[in-house]
């Protein structure tokens, strides 16, 4: 292994090995309550962000803004990113051997790093501009399917 794949092993290894990994691994239902408040959240967050990118498409809700849709939709993305994060954490303590192992993990989390960055930066801007703006909207939903389609096929061993 690599420098970096080597760190990344012994890590998922760590976080396999934390009390919160061993419980949720444990636990009959831990696992599934978590996993179902992530995917809440991954429907909270999928509206938000689908309401504002098919705005700056220019479809729907023509007569709202694009920036005052985008301000009313952040605490939604912010929220329930944040809740998706926690919960993800929780999720991978408790599997992080097979996460490491699997190429969608890898595409999920590259896809979130670039969906997060993107959103909190060029779309934010975009977005108060208070223009359409297609390519940003686009963009924005190819990334976060991206985040969706490898939570989807990690529990495929994808």
Same mark, same amino acid.
């Given at each position: 292994?690599?420098?970096?794949?080597?760190?990344?092993?012994?890590?998922?290894?760590?976080?396999?090995?934390?009390?919160?990994? @061993?419980?949720?691994?444990? /636990?009959?239902?831990?696992?599934?309550? &978590?996993?179902?408040?992530?995917? %809440?959240?991954?429907?909270?967050?999928?509206?938000?962000?689908?309401?504002?990118?098919?705005?700056?498409?220019?479809?729907?809700?023509? @007569?709202?803004?694009?920036?005052?849709?985008?301000?009313?939709?952040?605490?939604?993305?912010?929220?329930?990113?944040?809740?998706?994060?926690?919960?993800?954490?929780?999720?991978? /303590?408790?599997?992080?051997?097979?996460?490491?192992? /699997?190429?969608?993990?890898? &595409?999920?989390? %590259?896809?979130?790093?670039?969906?997060?960055?993107?959103?909190?930066?060029?779309?934010?801007?975009?977005?108060?501009?208070?223009?359409?703006? @297609?390519?940003?909207?686009?963009? /924005?939903?190819?990334?976060?399917? =991206?985040?969706?389609? =490898?939570?989807?096929?990690? =529990?495929?061993?994808?």
């Amino acid at each position: 292994m690599s420098g970096i794949a080597d760190m990344l092993w012994h890590f998922a290894k760590w976080s396999e090995a934390t009390p919160l990994g @061993k419980m949720i691994r444990n /636990s009959e239902y831990a696992f599934p309550m &978590i996993e179902f408040v992530h995917l %809440a959240a991954l429907a909270v967050i999928g509206g938000a962000v689908l309401i504002v990118d098919m705005r700056l498409l220019g479809f729907g809700l023509k @007569k709202t803004s694009v920036a005052v849709l985008a301000k009313d939709a952040q605490p939604y993305v912010t929220g329930s990113l944040i809740v998706m994060l926690l919960t993800g954490i929780a999720l991978y /303590s408790s599997e992080a051997t097979k996460c490491y192992a /699997s190429a969608a993990f890898w &595409i999920k989390m %590259a896809s979130l790093l670039l969906a997060m960055i993107f959103t909190y930066t060029i779309k934010k801007r975009v977005a108060a501009g208070d223009h359409e703006n @297609k390519l940003v909207g686009a963009l /924005s939903i190819v990334l976060w399917f =991206g985040v969706a389609w =490898g939570g989807r096929w990690i =529990g495929f061993g994808g």
